[in-house]
């Protein structure tokens, strides 16, 4: 299997000795502290280098990390759907894009705790430059999408990818997480790109949809109360708005990472939709190619994950100020409406309009593109 070297995360027989060379990094010694603030570093310490396993890491330390995010900047994450699921069994979690990291973490808590198979995830690599990210992305169970390649370079790797995820999940039996489309939504449009099917369809051998039907994709929907990086993400959002190439600064990421784990999110709700079985069945129908399959398939996705999409009172606001009505003012209070009046106050201002539209359609968008399947919401 050495094929995937350059993109998998560690194996149980490298844990031990990657969490040796990153236990005194401070880094870990910060986020152990914030983890175990009653605890001494000599105890952590001691319990991260007699740990042999993925799972023994994610369950003993990050699942501790995530609660401790979750108390201290959310008020609670909820869930749909879970119980629908199977244990034992690896599902292709195709899934929405908010945040950098918690997407899909706060879905391996969930699953954790529904006592269903965890996944492997996909990251970008652009993410993890710094040594220590990357070890503990590798000690996460996450795997690198390769970014920045030529167009021959990008096909190998996309072969190489698609290979893998099928390795994990029909071979492993390890449930798999990725966006549905590069990069995380700006606009609050959530929309899959059919590209990324057709990145995964790569490693099938036999009939197209049948393949996807083996993979049991179940589409996934996460929705923040509040974004913890709206802000962050409205400087790409406007230079695309102007036809400008948009160049992230040299720590973007990374501020986006921290900025994602410990901003405000108030609610948290994810969703998993039942997996597709007949629509697949039907997708091959209906369709007498592999482009209009995949566009099916992208369009059976996204309707799935915007009708399971938890709207909160800060969607019906954006909604209502950007289109000067209060058609939803009975789906919120008046007291959340001036709190999220001052965020866009402190956080944008009244002196960018363009910025200020940009910021309100964030929240709003969700809120049309439900419209969409339903009158009344």
């Known amino acids: 299997m050495q094929k995937f070297d350059a993109i998998r995360p560690f194996y149980d027989s490298e844990i031990n000795e990657a969490l040796h060379a990153v236990v005194n990094h401070p880094m870990m010694k910060t986020m152990m502290n914030f983890t175990f603030p009653e605890v001494d570093d000599e105890v952590w310490k001691d319990q991260l280098k007699k740990t042999h ?3 023994d890491f ?3 330390f990050i699942y501790n990390t995530i609660q401790k995010v979750l108390e201290k900047s959310s008020e609670g994450l909820t869930t749909s759907g879970f119980e629908k699921l199977e244990p034992n069994t690896s599902y292709l979690f195709i899934s929405n894009h908010r945040d950098i990291l918690l997407d899909t973490t706060l879905l391996n808590v969930c699953l954790f705790e529904h006592g269903l198979v965890m996944t492997a995830s996909a990251i970008g690599d652009n993410l993890v430059k710094k040594a220590f990210l ?6 996460n169970r996450n795997f690198l ?7 021959r370079e990008m096909l190998q790797s996309s072969k190489l990818l698609s290979e893998y995820m099928g ?10 997480w990725i966006a549905q489309k590069e990069g995380r939504t700006k606009d609050g449009n959530d929309e899959t790109n059919p590209g990324v099917l057709k990145m995964i369809g790569m490693a099938s051998d036999e009939d ?3 393949y996807f039907k083996k993979l049991k994709v179940v ?3 996460i929705s923040y109360e509040y974004d913890p990086t709206d802000v962050l993400k409205m400087p790409q959002l406007m230079a695309e708005a102007n036809n400008e190439v948009y160049i992230k600064d040299k720590n973007e990421d990374f501020m986006n990472i921290i900025s994602g784990i410990m901003g405000t999110k108030k609610r948290i709700h994810i969703s998993v939709g039942d997996v597709l079985d007949t629509e697949i069945d039907q997708i091959a129908a209906e369709n007498d190619n592999a482009n209009k ?9 996204d309707d799935v994950i915007l009708k399971n999409y938890q709207l909160w009172p800060t969607n019906f606001i954006a909604y209502d100020i950007l289109n000067e009505t209060d058609r939803f003012a009975d789906k919120y209070k008046e007291s959340e409406k001036q709190l999220f009046e001052r965020r866009l106050e402190m956080r944008i201002g009244s002196d960018n309009p363009v910025t200020r539209q940009g910021f309100l359609a964030m929240y709003a968008n969700p809120v049309v593109n439900k419209l969409k399947y339903q009158d009344v919401i």
């Open 208 to 210: 197209l949809m049948s």
């Open 145 to 151: 999408v390769l970014r920045g390649l030529s167009p």
């Open 167 to 176: 390795q994990l999940l029909l071979r492993e039996n390890r449930s798999v």
């Open 293 to 301: 399959q995949i566009q099916a398939l992208a369009q059976t996705i």
């Open 134 to 139: 990357s070890t503990l992305a590798k000690l």
């Open 53 to 55: 396993s993925i799972r």
């Open 58 to 60: 994610q369950c003993n």
């Open 219 to 221: 589409p996934v929907s």
